[in-house]
């Protein structure tokens, strides 16, 4: 069974930083990319970032470019989302997908991670 487990998620100041992680079981992802998405109270959920797991090639949302960054850990079958500059609008849940296609049709997801800004 596939599990994807975030953690990471938390309270924090404008301007500040957080790093999520997403820990993935039961199969390796080395074909397929892995994502982000987040879903604001009363949005529909959006993309913010995936990696094509075997290049290491990113692809972000324009509203992160330039303050998020996503890498992975092969070894540790886990991606990362380092977050910094943080705004008020990015609270949201954050979710981890995996085996996902490049037109970001994921196959598997967690159970996401709440991410608060203060202003």
């Known amino acids: 069974q596939v599990q994807l487990v975030e953690s990471g998620g938390g309270l924090v100041q404008t301007g500040g930083s957080l790093r999520l992680s997403c820990v993935g079981s039961?199969?390796?992802?080395?074909?397929?990319?892995m994502g982000w998405f987040r879903q604001a109270p009363g949005k529909e959920r959006e993309f913010v970032a995936d990696?094509?797991?075997?290049?290491?090639?990113?692809y972000y949302a324009d509203s992160v470019l330039g303050r998020f960054t996503i890498s992975r850990d092969a070894a540790k079958n886990t991606v990362y989302l380092q977050m910094n500059s943080l705004k008020p609008e990015d609270t949201a849940i954050y979710y981890c997908?995996?085996?996902?296609?490049?037109?970001?049709?994921?196959?598997?997801w967690g159970q996401g991670t709440q991410v608060t800004v203060s202003s």
């Open positions: 997908a995996g085996d996902g296609t490049a037109a970001r049709n994921y196959m598997y």
């Open positions: 990696i094509r797991w075997s290049s290491g090639i990113s």
């Open positions: 039961g199969r390796t992802f080395s074909s397929t990319f």
